[in-house]
């Protein structure tokens, strides 16, 4: 199946000063975000492999679109995190059926590795409504710098009848970073968690 996409969108974010203190180099992240029909809208379906195979393509091609926003190779992501939004006439499982089953891979094939879980998030909203996504390091999840989030919204999106997905990438943690445990030098990448 292929997502019928109305439109794609990309936010690249830039921290340079925190709390008057330089961020140096800046802490980066992006968000790759399609606005895709809902096949599922308006009814009750059984079987949700449609969308299914639809968060399969859609995983590769933001997390792409993501990565070329920050100017990086996939490989050099240090975090990351989806999400969805259903317009009204869908429901949450709809959202979770693009963000779970095989999206994951597809975001892993372009960053060449990602042992941790993909932290995500769905909703159900309009258009204008946030989409708040979650961010956590890629190889270890007990990396605290790296707990992060980014917010994007579309002002027409999602309408209906409508899903909006979105991959985040970072090129590092969150601005100055204190709040000690697990640095990102000394993860083992054994588990997904350390």
């Known amino acids: 199946m292929k997502a019928k996409i109305r439109k794609i969108a990309t936010f690249v974010e830039e921290t340079h000063t925190e709390m008057g203190r330089p961020v140096s ?5 992006a968000a790759a975000v399609a606005v895709i029909e809902n ?3 308006g009814r009750y ?26 100017g990086i190779e996939g490989p050099a992501a240090e975090s990351y995190g989806k999400a969805a939004l259903v317009g009204e006439n869908g429901e949450l499982e709809h959202a979770a059926a693009i963000l779970h089953p095989r999206m994951g891979t597809a975001v892993r094939k372009v960053l060449g590795k990602g042992a941790a879980l993909i932290p995500s998030s769905k909703k159900r909203g309009g258009p204008g409504a946030v989409l708040d996504i979650p961010l956590g390091h890629k190889d270890a999840a007990y990396v605290r710098s790296h707990f992060d989030g980014m917010e994007v919204s579309l002002n027409d999106a999602p309408r209906a009848g409508e899903i909006m997905v979105a991959v985040a990438v970072t090129d590092s943690g969150r601005p ?8 990102k030098h000394e993860i083992k990448g054994e588990d997904g968690l350390r």
């Open 25 to 29: 180099p800046p802490t980066r992240k």
């Open 39 to 41: 096949p599922f809208a």
């Open 45 to 70: 379906v059984e079987d949700l492999t449609e969308l299914m195979e639809i968060g399969e393509e859609l995983g590769g091609l933001l997390a792409e679109k993501a990565v070329a926003a920050l």
């Open 176 to 183: 100055l970073p204190r709040v000690g445990g697990l640095t």
